[in-house]
């Protein structure tokens, strides 16, 4: 099989996106539009597609994103990762709303791979979601693999529900937190998390 026949078979679409392809053809005729017309003659396969790769969460395993990238320290400071960008889609409109995540931990006797907390992010943020559950699963995820002392994840968003659609307003933001374990119960954990959050590091 040479390259442009492998490159064909892969560009196939499969079954789900034909279906969606089809519901869509039907959306843009509700919506008074011509599907067959030169400019959309492919937007209901291209719409399939996207929507596919934006709800990929659904088909994500914790485990297969983990897989194993847990490792024994001596180590009970607090870990961040932060401004963790991520792209959703609210439930409620299925339009986009997109942000920064940060996330810290208190080790117990684990740490995971640095790389694997932005995978757990993008797996429930590929979903059609809102943005108080999608804060609370990413912490409720990683106490659960993790299992530290406390967890703590807070949510930055703006939401094009209300900037193209409802108030219009091009400028507002949505912050959501979720503090489990020493995060919840000490007050200094939380406030050293915000303090480290809101420091302007690596070079930025």
Do not use: W
Not at 91 to 114: R, W
């Amino acid at each position: 099989m040479d390259m442009s026949e492998r490159k064909a078979v892969v560009e196939l679409p499969r079954p789900e996106e034909e279906s969606i392809a089809d519901l869509m053809k039907q959306v843009l005729m509700r919506l008074g539009e011509d599907p067959t017309r030169e400019g959309l003659v492919q937007t209901p396969a291209r719409a399939g597609k996207a929507y596919r790769f934006l709800t990929s969460g659904y088909s994500m395993d914790v485990k297969r994103i983990v897989n194993g990238a847990l490792f024994s320290v001596t180590y009970d400071e607090m870990v961040i990762v932060k401004n963790i960008e991520f792209f959703s889609l609210c439930e409620h409109h299925l339009l986009p709303f997109f942000g920064k995540v940060h996330v810290a931990y208190l080790p117990k006797d684990k740490v995971i791979g640095l790389s694997k907390i932005p995978r757990i992010v993008d797996m429930f943020a590929r979903r059609l979601q809102v943005q108080e559950r999608l804060t609370r699963e990413i912490a409720e995820t990683i106490q659960n693999v993790v299992d530290p002392k406390g967890v703590g994840v807070i949510c930055e968003a703006r939401h094009f529900c209300m900037m193209m659609r409802g108030v219009e307003k091009q400028h507002s933001g949505t912050v959501t937190s979720a503090m489990l374990g020493g995060f919840r119960d000490r007050k200094e954990t939380r406030d050293e998390f915000l303090s480290l959050v809101n420091q302007d590091s690596l070079g930025r």
